[in-house]
């Protein structure tokens, strides 16, 4: 049979016409898809893969709306009592003398009438945020961070309000340790004066609103929730104990409002971290409005911010030396030294209580700790609850003025050396052999009674005033009830057994 004839039987005819229809049917459904418009083609993937597309809620659009006006209020409230800060400062820069060669070689001999050790001055441009807080007649004043005001030239500090317009400011007051300023400007024209919350009474998931003039940016308002309150180790060595948001907060930022969702100013925002420090990365800090509560009538009124005493040396303990102490789990402060004839001692505070409580409030660590001594105004009682050999004990305590000096006197720091329990690491730094048992110095401080009598970081003290001292319970043991009129120190160094000078009291 011929190819002809086997391609007209009957079984490839019905072949080839079902492939024929088949072939057709793709055409004309690509072909009506091709010229299909492209909004029809999504509707139609969209009706196909979900149904009919309903409109939104009406309740979901009020409540968004809603949140959308509570945020309008926020700025409109805000915006008005945040100022923009610019300072200029001067800094000093000591010229190079280029004396000899290759100065003279090349130059000849220089003039004589060009001193040695001449200086050039730089001048470099600040910018910061501030609150208006308070208001005197003309006078308005702003509250800022000590950093964006700290060495700004005499003259050459201005704010500049929502509206745009300047003013000349002066530096009111500076506070180092907890990086606040006061500046003040006076106008006739009217500002509100900013609504101060309680930052007590904020809660981790919060909202939290930064206003301020981030890069310049003035009038700038960015929106997160409070992540985390109570964080220390801030910059310069500050005893704060911040709030911490995810609110975008940049270079400018700093002294500007970091408000909750009525407008309330919660924080002074402060710094950031990051990588390499330049920018946002969702981690900011903000100084808690109830910490410069206080400072603001002390700025106005005295320049300056006065501290309670109290006279102790604080440190957290290593989980070793909280566990030798019966501390586990307990938050608080060691008071490792106290000051002799400080408030502390007068009170019946000793080396080794451990501070749990100041005035019924709890005391979370040595930065609470500090916070709440330094709010204590000077005259006043406060009952310092501590933990003594594994018991509570109250002791009422009459706070005096924190100075730099007295502050710094260490010589009075009794017993002026700090200690604690050998460790495995402590053996290998400071060599002492597996052996070894009571307790190992790890500072000593300069001028303070246990310098003068020769104690030296690495030594093992084995006995105070020949009591015997097995570990760092018996230490402060011995040394509350055994040193009212004299220390002296039977001690380990180097392998040899030695006995300290005797210190009077």
């Known amino acids: 049979m011929t190819f002809m004839q086997r391609l007209s039987t009957k079984k490839v005819l019905i072949f080839n016409l079902v492939l024929i229809g088949v072939l057709i049917g793709f055409s004309v459904a690509f072909l009506s898809f091709t010229c299909a418009a492209p909004g029809e083609r ?3 993937r969209a009706q196909s893969a979900s149904g009919p597309a309903e409109p939104a809620p009406v309740e979901a659009l009020a409540a968004a709306e809603s949140l959308q006006n509570a945020f309008r209020y926020v700025a409109d409230k805000v915006l008005p009592s945040v100022v923009e800060i610019k300072t200029e400062t001067v800094q000093k820069q000591r010229l190079p003398d280029f ?5 003279e070689f090349f130059f000849g001999p220089r003039g004589q009438d060009r001193q040695r050790g001449q200086e050039r001055e730089y001048r470099s441009q600040g910018l910061g945020s501030g609150i ?3 208001q005197d007649g003309r006078v308005y004043y702003v509250l800022t961070n000590n950093h964006v005001v700290d060495g700004a030239d005499s003259g050459k500090i201005s704010v500049v309000s ?3 317009k300047e003013y000349t400011a002066k530096i009111v007051g500076q506070d180092e340790r907890r990086d606040l300023a006061m500046i003040s400007f006076s106008t006739g024209d009217t500002f509100p004066v900013a609504t101060l919350g309680n930052s007590d009474a904020i809660r981790v998931g919060d909202w939290a609103i ?5 890069l310049g940016f003035m009038s700038s308002v960015t929106m997160g929730i409070v992540s985390a309150v109570g964080r220390t180790g801030g ?5 704060n104990d911040f709030i911490q948001t995810d609110a975008s907060i940049n270079q ?3 002294g500007g409002a970091l408000v909750n969702i009525k407008g309330e100013v919660i924080g002074i925002n402060t710094w950031i971290a990051s990588n390499n420090g330049s920018g946002s990365i969702g981690l900011g800090f903000a100084i808690p409005i109830n910490n410069a509560k206080r400072s603001i009538d002390s700025f106005i009124n005295k320049g300056e911010i006065s501290y309670g005493w109290l006279g102790v040396s604080l440190t957290e303990p290593s989980t070793e030396t909280a566990a030798a102490l019966g501390l586990e789990g307990k938050k608080g402060a060691l008071a490792v030294q106290v000051f002799m004839g400080s408030p502390a001692e007068k009170g019946g505070i000793r080396p080794g209580d451990f501070i749990t409580h100041v005035d019924g409030k709890e005391a979370r660590g040595v930065n609470q700790v500090t916070m709440m001594v330094g709010d204590l105004a000077p005259g006043q009682k406060a009952v310092f609850s501590v933990i003594r050999d594994g018991s509570s004990r109250n002791f009422t305590v009459t706070i005096e003025a924190r100075t730099d000096e007295v502050a710094a006197e260490n010589r009075k720091l009794w017993p002026g050396v700090q200690t604690t329990v050998i460790t495995d690491g402590l053996r290998s730094r400071f060599k002492t052999g597996d052996s070894a048992a009571g307790v190992i110095v790890v500072q000593v401080m300069e001028g303070s009674p246990s310098a003068v009598i020769g104690m030296q970081e690495g030594d093992i003290i084995t006995e105070i005033n020949d009591k015997p001292v097995k570990d760092i319970a018996a230490f402060y043991k011995v040394l509350r009830e055994e040193t009212a009129r004299e220390l002296r120190f039977g001690f380990i160094r180097s392998g040899d057994e ?3 000078l005797k210190f009077k009291r």
Do not use: C, M, Q, R
């Open 42 to 44: 999504n509707s139609a």
């Open 99 to 103: 004396e000899g060669i290759p100065w």
């Open 132 to 134: 208006i807080v308070k």
């Open 162 to 164: 929502n509206d745009g």
């Open 210 to 214: 930064a206003v301020g003039s981030p």
């Open 235 to 239: 910059p310069g060595g500050n005893i």
């Open 252 to 254: 400018g930022n700093s």
């Open 498 to 500: 030695l006995e300290s």
